[in-house]
């Protein structure tokens, strides 16, 4: 079994900055994708990042240019770097990874991030 655990979510002023954590623990193999996901309230669940084994990343069009994913393999933890936040960014965050052989596919906890003044 693989866990993943986040940190630093939190309370932040609109144009302010987080950067959010999470890393993996338990019997992994081999970590392929990861990414961020996000919950607002009342809404379904949304990608936000991703990046693949080979470092490729994507991003969801609301956070082009404001996000950035990356990842340490040697410590199995992948981030996030919010810059320039939005109230409309409020949410519960979620990291997930693609693991091992046969892939299984697992998630965070979640952290909550809330912007406002």
């Known amino acids: 079994q693989v866990q993943l655990v986040e940190s630093g979510g939190g309370l932040v002023q609109p144009g302010g ?5 999470c ?7 081999r970590i392929y994708a ?3 996901h996000r919950q607002a309230p009342g809404k379904q ?3 936000v990042a991703t990046i693949t084994s ?3 990343t994507d991003y969801a069009d609301s956070v082009k240019g ?3 994913i990356s990842r340490d393999n040697a410590k199995n933890t992948v981030y996030l770097q919010m810059h320039s936040l939005k109230p409309e960014d409020t949410a519960v965050y979620y990291c ?6 046969p892939l299984q596919d697992y998630w ?3 952290t909550q991030v809330t912007v406002s003044s």
Do not use: K
Not at 23 to 29: C, L, P
């Open 54 to 56: 080979g470092f490729i």
């Open 34 to 36: 990861m990414s961020w």
């Open 66 to 68: 404001r996000f950035t």
């Open 17 to 21: 900055s987080l950067r959010l954590s």
């Open 45 to 47: 669940r949304e990608l």
């Open 96 to 101: 997930y990874i693609r693991e091992g052989i």
């Open 108 to 110: 965070g906890q979640g």
């Open 23 to 29: 890393t993996a623990s338990g019997s992994i193999y």
